[in-house]
């Protein structure tokens, strides 16, 4: 495609300064993508390398490794600590992604309406989540959440409910740590779907509009399905996510109370801290199979249905 | 969210009968409920936007309330109490002019890196023919679906061969250039036509002086796109710092932070809580107000910078 172009300016530059400003162009990219490589092969590529072998090795970061085979895989697949963690990640899964798909749609449509007043306003409101640091925030769900002396309780409380142990007891704490993820993250969600609803034709809505179908009709008829592509980013993009959570679990609840909040990341992490690196590795390219197969699926029903 | 589905199902169930007469033109009943609608609107978008704000103005109110109140009534606040106390002692206790000491070097030099680096790379990918040039952006595309936890052992053991534990240069050049600028601005540059680009060749321009004075300024609005998202990232980043350097001397803002969080929750013996919790909301106010204050101001290219990977991938 660019051939054409790219000829023809070769010749008019052969004319200027015969063959040394066309060596330039053709190294001119080696040097480009020179320093990018560098970093990208050094602290992206070998490590994955590296993880790869390790993952077959009994190594504990220390001394000689050991060549173990499908050891570590299997010793993962058949402990309940592994499966319990991908039940942990499942269900903060079933928490949070699709009270935010309806929540960011309904959202999204509301603050698309171009005679909406203050969509400012509210846009930036609902991105603050967004942009604060994580590791501030958790800390303030600590504190906000805290049993005895925690604003929630407090407002339960005055409304005459009984206290709740939302960090302290396992029934508790993954809905506390999915309201954190969904008070984080629907910000963004909103704004992912707001530019996808912004390509759909206006045209559509003033044809129904004609036809007389309500506002509810035409979000369920022309929106949802226009819109299906960019949900089901959405959902991809938010299942990487809440697979890999762990900041949430490692600053709030240390994975606890009795493992309930030790996601499929933070189980990761544990095998790391116990210097259990050929576990570790292991898990990790368990985590990646699975979390790309769910994508996968994803991605396929979507196709399916185009 | 009550007021939202009444006025809905109130908007459907009387929209139903009365589709044939809206030809005949009831332009008073649709206008009345047009408003009720937008009343319902912005009850439900505002109730919203206050469950989204609640967390973080507590947390900066309650900062300034003396620290045994944050906990006896978290849910009061008394101008006439108003107070620094927690500030004061949080100052004291914790290292975070340290830390952010710490994160503006890593900032800046990681923020260099990445903005000027990426972008070269990316040029090349978009504009120029090379051997290995699918492979490799083949490679940079499957490295952004791989979680980063993936590559934390690696790396870890890595930096442990250089000996750079607990150093800058473990900070910042990891993930320097990252594959998502890369992806991003070979979007951005490929929009520039190519006729640019030939007309500056012609003018005797240098290969790199067609990137530095007619690609760089032309995707002007990109760049600033990828510098709020690469500020916030190195910003907010934690995973990784804590994993490498979490020695006092090079703890980052974030690792500071996280620290004070386990002391909490490590330590609950009651009149020690209420002024840990105190330093604790002192310590994230401070860390999440300069975050707070670039976001308004640059609004713009901050949803830019997060859209931008996004939806056109």
């Known amino acids: ?306 | 969210m009550a007021d939202m589905t009444l006025t809905e199902r109130d908007q459907r169930e009387t929209s139903a009968p009365s589709t044939s007469a809206t030809e005949l033109g009831p332009v008073g009943a649709r206008g009345s409920r047009r408003s009720q609608l937008r009343i319902g609107t912005h009850a439900f978008l505002l109730l919203l936007m206050a469950g989204f704000l609640a967390p973080v103005a507590w947390a900066l109110v309650s900062s300034f309330k003396p620290a045994n109140d944050i906990i006896r009534a978290p849910l009061s606040f008394d101008p006439s109490t108003f107070t620094l106390d927690n500030y004061v002692a949080m100052f004291h206790d914790v290292p975070i002019a340290h830390g952010f000491l710490n994160t503006a070097i890593v900032l800046i030099a990681k923020g260099a890196i990445t903005m000027f680096f990426a972008p070269l790379a990316a040029y090349a990918f978009a504009k120029y023919e090379f051997v290995g040039k699918n492979i490799i952006f083949g490679a940079v595309l499957i490295t952004l679906m791989l979680p980063t936890i993936v590559l934390i052992i690696p790396l870890l053991l890595e930096m442990k061969t250089f000996g750079w534990v607990n150093t800058y240069q473990a900070l910042i050049l990891p993930g320097a250039v990252d594959a998502f600028a890369i992806f991003w601005m070979r979007q951005v540059i490929s929009a520039v036509p190519d006729e640019l680009l030939d007309a500056a060749r012609v003018d005797g321009c240098s290969e790199f002086g067609i990137f530095w004075r007619v690609i760089v300024p032309v995707i002007r609005p990109g760049l600033a796109g990828l510098a709020v998202l690469t500020i916030m990232n190195i910003y907010n980043d934690f995973v990784w710092p804590v994993v490498i350097a979490s020695s006092e001397q090079m703890a980052t803002l974030q690792v500071v932070l996280s620290t004070l969080a386990q002391n909490i929750t490590g330590n609950r013996i009651g009149a020690d809580y209420a002024t840990v919790t105190g330093e604790l909301l002192a310590a994230s106010s401070v860390a999440l107000i300069p975050l707070l204050v670039l976001f308004i101001v640059l609004q713009r290219h901050f949803i830019n910078g997060i859209l931008a990977g996004s939806v056109k991938g």
């Open chain 1, 1 to 306: 495609m660019t051939a054409l172009p790219a000829t023809h300016s070769a010749a008019r530059q052969r004319r200027r300064r015969p063959g040394s400003a066309l060596i330039r162009r053709r190294l001119a990219p080696y040097l480009f993508v020179l320093p990018f490589l560098a970093i990208f092969f050094a602290f992206s590529v070998y490590p994955l390398v590296f993880t790869a072998r390790l993952s077959f090795t009994n190594w504990r970061g220390t001394g000689a490794a050991e060549w173990v085979g499908w050891d570590n895989y299997t010793y993962l697949l058949s402990n309940p600590g592994f499966w319990g963690s991908l039940g942990n990640s499942a269900v903060l899964w079933l928490l949070i992604v699709p009270i935010q798909l309806v929540l960011g749609v309904i959202v999204a449509v509301l603050l698309n309406s171009a005679t909406l007043r203050l969509r400012g306003m509210y846009r930036v409101a609902f991105i603050v989540p967004f942009v604060t640091p994580l590791v501030a925030v958790a800390q303030i769900w600590i504190v906000l959440f805290d049993q005895q002396y925690g604003a929630v309780n407090a407002v339960l409380g005055g409304l005459g409910l009984p206290d709740v142990g939302w960090l302290t007891t396992s029934e508790w704490s993954k809905p506390t740590l999915a309201l954190l993820f969904l008070w984080k993250t629907t910000g963004f969600i909103v704004i992912i779907l707001l530019s996808g609803l912004q390509s759909i034709d206006n045209s559509l809505y003033e044809a129904a509009d004609l036809d007389g179908a309500s506002r509810v009709r035409q979000i369920w008829s022309i929106t949802v399905p226009l819109l299906r592509r960019t949900i089901m980013f959405a959902v991809v993009l938010q299942t990487l996510a809440v697979f890999q959570m762990f900041a949430e679990p490692f600053v709030v609840t240390q994975g606890g109370p009795y493992n309930s909040t030790t996601t499929a990341g933070y189980y990761l992490y544990n095998h790391i801290t116990r210097a259990d690196l050929g576990t570790g590795a292991a898990n990790s390219f368990l985590l990646v199979i699975l979390v790309m197969a769910l994508s996968l699926l994803f991605v396929r029903t979507l196709r399916a249905k185009d």
